[in-house]
């Protein structure tokens, strides 16, 4: 009560009852000292809070991306090892291929198609030796033969198309005129050749997948790729 009696000592306003307006404003400016401190407490507490959470953001930012780094660094070395068993899975087929073709091109070559055109023995081999470019067990991974990486993924793909083609080559060379089954032999040959030149490639690093897979073969001294 004398708190308020300082303020005014008498509450019933009249002639005889007027209120002490200096108590009052210091009471008012007291009022706005302690507002104006609530606002700086708040726009303190909110600037902290602010940076409190844009640290728990950033935390959690960088944990996000540790995770995901992490995720990826694990699916790159999944999908290498992983090109590095296909590889090794398909150098048995690739090097009979690459050898195959590689005899064929000196077989026919020597032969050259005076001979060849006049030998039914000779065409009935090429057309047995031409059904022999299937690549079964490249094509088993046909899903994930992208793993390989540029350039062996294409030429792989394009030896596998080749071999197809040859698969015709009897069909094609019987039913065509003369001039038709010289120009099928020059183009065995080519077609050979592109197989051979493809597979040599993908071969090559089939051997070199062996060696970084630690699965090279050898034996008397004699490294089998």
Same mark, same amino acid.
């Given at each position: 009560m004398e708190f308020l009696d300082a303020l005014s000592?008498? *509450?019933? !306003? =009249? /002639?005889?009852?007027?209120?002490r307006w200096e108590a009052w404003a210091v009471v008012v400016a007291a009022v706005?000292?302690?507002?104006?401190? &609530?606002?700086? %407490?708040?726009?303190?507490? &909110? =600037? !902290?809070?602010? &940076?409190?959470l844009g640290q728990a953001a950033n935390r959690a930012t960088a944990a996000a991306l540790a995770v995901a780094e992490g995720e990826a660094k694990a699916r790159q070395i999944a999908e290498e090892n992983e090109r590095l068993m296909i590889l090794s899975s398909i150098t048995p087929e690739i090097s009979f291929a690459e050898t195959k073709a590689h005899r064929?091109?000196?077989? &026919? /070559?020597s *032969? %050259? *198609?005076?001979e060849f055109s006049q030998n039914e023995q000779m065409q009935q081999w090429a057309f047995d030796s031409a059904t022999c470019f299937s690549f079964p067990v490249?094509?088993?991974y046909k899903d994930r033969i992208h793993l390989l990486g540029q350039p062996f993924a294409s030429k792989l793909v394009r030896a596998i198309g080749i071999g197809r083609t040859l698969k015709s !080559?009897?069909?094609d060379y019987t039913q065509g005129s003369p001039e038709d089954r010289s120009a099928h032999f020059v183009f065995l040959i080519a077609r050979l050749r592109a197989i051979e030149q493809d597979a040599s490639e993908v071969s090559a690093e089939c051997v070199r997948a062996g060696e970084a897979a630690g699965i090279r073969i050898t034996v008397g001294g004699i490294d089998l790729e």
């Amino acid at each position: 009560m004398e708190f308020l009696d300082a303020l005014s000592p008498c *509450w019933s !306003l =009249g /002639q005889n009852c007027v209120p002490r307006w200096e108590a009052w404003a210091v009471v008012v400016a007291a009022v706005a000292v302690e507002v104006a401190y &609530l606002a700086i %407490g708040a726009t303190v507490f &909110l =600037g !902290l809070m602010t &940076l409190k959470l844009g640290q728990a953001a950033n935390r959690a930012t960088a944990a996000a991306l540790a995770v995901a780094e992490g995720e990826a660094k694990a699916r790159q070395i999944a999908e290498e090892n992983e090109r590095l068993m296909i590889l090794s899975s398909i150098t048995p087929e690739i090097s009979f291929a690459e050898t195959k073709a590689h005899r064929a091109i000196d077989t &026919l /070559q020597s *032969w %050259g *198609w005076s001979e060849f055109s006049q030998n039914e023995q000779m065409q009935q081999w090429a057309f047995d030796s031409a059904t022999c470019f299937s690549f079964p067990v490249c094509e088993s991974y046909k899903d994930r033969i992208h793993l390989l990486g540029q350039p062996f993924a294409s030429k792989l793909v394009r030896a596998i198309g080749i071999g197809r083609t040859l698969k015709s !080559l009897e069909f094609d060379y019987t039913q065509g005129s003369p001039e038709d089954r010289s120009a099928h032999f020059v183009f065995l040959i080519a077609r050979l050749r592109a197989i051979e030149q493809d597979a040599s490639e993908v071969s090559a690093e089939c051997v070199r997948a062996g060696e970084a897979a630690g699965i090279r073969i050898t034996v008397g001294g004699i490294d089998l790729e």
